[in-house]
């Protein structure tokens, strides 16, 4: 498993990033404190606190073109 910490705070970051997680076969969480949502829903992710930073949990270890394209999204 590896993960990532991303900045989700406008809709239309969420969208484009359930568009790109959504190509993926593995599976891939979104976790914020102590409640985790699948990373391909939505209203799971709209469900959470995005004025916070969150961690992309993606459960492959081969996933490198997955982490380039969530760079975008990533806290630096």
Do not use: H, Q, T, W
Not at 9 to 21: D, G, L, T
Not at 56 to 69: A, F, G, K, R, T
């Amino acid at each position: 498993m590896k993960s990532l910490e991303i900045n989700l705070r406008m809709a239309e970051n969420v969208k484009e990033f359930v568009s790109i997680v959504s190509k993926y076969d593995y599976d891939i969480d979104l976790r914020s404190g102590r409640f985790i949502v699948d990373a391909k829903s939505i209203l799971g992710i709209f469900s959470l606190d995005l004025s916070k930073p969150v961690i992309v949990e993606i459960y492959s270890n081969s996933c490198e073109d997955l982490i380039e394209e969530l760079k975008k999204f990533a806290i630096k």
